[in-house]
């Protein structure tokens, strides 16, 4: 069956960077399919970070407007693996980060349209 498993997550401090890393096994369409990274705060909705399309598509990324150019999403089809590298990290964005998985080659960033989920990491800004 399909597994995420994220790792990365940490405390720091405002201004500081973190690297996410999400390892995906028993998937068959890792290279080919949209992968995303997704958040929520306590209380909050989850909400779609970054998501990057397969290479066979052009790698194309889409951000959520709050990181975008602080925020990279990158994949290694030969891994298995999706990171989000995080900088310049403020308060805003504390929560839980579950990177996902899509049957969508054109990539969006809503929630609705992944169906592989990962358990999380948390990050705290403070």
């Known amino acids: 069956h399909v597994q995420l498993v994220e790792s990365g997550g940490d405390s720091v401090q405002v201004g500081g960077s973190l690297t996410l890393t999400c390892v995906v096994s028993g998937y068959d369409y890792f290279s080919t399919n949209c992968l995303g990274w997704f958040r929520q705060a306590p209380g909050k909705p989850r909400e779609g970070v970054a998501a990057?399309?397969?290479?066979?598509?052009?790698?194309?990324?889409s951000y959520a407007g709050a990181v975008k150019g602080r925020f990279t999403i990158s994949r290694d089809n030969h891994q298995n693996t999706l990171f989000l590298q995080m900088n310049s990290l403020n308060p805003e964005d504390s929560g839980m980060y579950y990177c996902?998985?899509?049957?969508?080659?054109?990539?969006?960033?809503?929630?609705?349209?992944?169906?592989?989920w990962g358990w999380g990491t948390q990050v705290t800004v403070s």
């Open positions: 990057i399309d397969s290479g066979l598509s052009g790698g194309s990324t």
């Open positions: 996902a998985t899509s049957d969508d080659f054109s990539c969006t960033l809503l929630t609705a349209r992944y169906n592989n």
